[in-house]
């Protein structure tokens, strides 16, 4: 799993607005996003003492979580994935999932599943030595932005959205509800180095890194 330096920063409508006509002016669109954005739908897992949550409200130096995701509702994009972070570092392994295998891992059939893939055997371990279950939905809107030097990724996040239950994640018109104190969210990834071309083009009065947690914004229902 290769790891990734990660900054994020919260910044408000205004800031969004002059980084999309900045970035746009400048880096690649990701081909992958039709029109310039696509939709976002994970579902994140923990366990009954918020062990995700905990560690990552508390900053603990290593830490790891397991999500499922698919985009813009459709349903064969559906991946599961394990987001890490050690000594600052970001990490992620992901796989593709059957939605019949993601329709067990929801309704708690985990041990009816085979070992299609490493990440999902872990995760079906995990489900049974640490008690992680379904935890929440979190859905948003994201426009990413690419650079060759240095592996860039720049996204914009916004409409940050989560649903009263995991249940209807696999329902691509299941209701959402605005997460609580969500604001933009700016992201930038990238390998070995960050060139300055970027660094000055993310760079707005006012913002500083922070610790914002979309998975956090989102447990306001549970």
């Given amino acids: 799993m290769a790891l990734r330096h990660e900054w994020k920063h919260r910044i408000d ?13 400048v880096l690649q669109r ?14 994140y897992f923990d366990n009954l003492a918020d062990k995700a949550l905990r560690e990552k409200l508390e900053s603990v130096n290593h830490r790891e979580k397991f999500r499922l995701r698919f985009y813009n509702g459709d349903l064969s994009l559906l991946v599961l994935e394990k987001k890490t972070k050690t000594n600052g570092l970001c990490g992620k392994a992901q796989t593709p999932l059957s939605v019949e295998e993601a329709r067990a891992l929801l309704e708690g059939r985990h041990q009816e599943l ?3 893939s490493p990440l999902l055997g872990e995760l079906r371990r ?4 640490q008690g992680l279950r379904p935890k929440a939905i979190v859905e948003y809107t994201r426009e990413p932005f690419l650079y060759g030097p240095g592996n860039v990724r720049v996204t914009l996040d916004y ?5 009263l239950s995991p249940a209807g994640f696999l329902d691509p018109g299941c209701v959402t509800l605005p997460a609580a104190d969500a604001p933009v969210i700016l992201e930038v990834k990238w390998d070995e180095f960050l060139p300055d071309l970027v ?11 922070s610790a914002f947690s979309k998975y956090a914004a989102c447990r306001l229902y549970g």
């Fill in 13 to 25: 409508t205004a800031g969004l607005l002059a980084l999309r006509a900045r970035l746009g002016a």
């Fill in 30 to 43: 990701d081909p992958h996003a039709l029109g310039g954005s696509y939709q976002v739908r994970s579902l």
């Fill in 114 to 116: 085979g070992a299609s």
């Fill in 126 to 129: 995990k489900m049974g030595s």
């Fill in 159 to 163: 409409n940050i959205r989560t649903a």
């Fill in 199 to 209: 660094r000055d083009l993310v760079q707005l009065p006012g913002t500083r890194t």
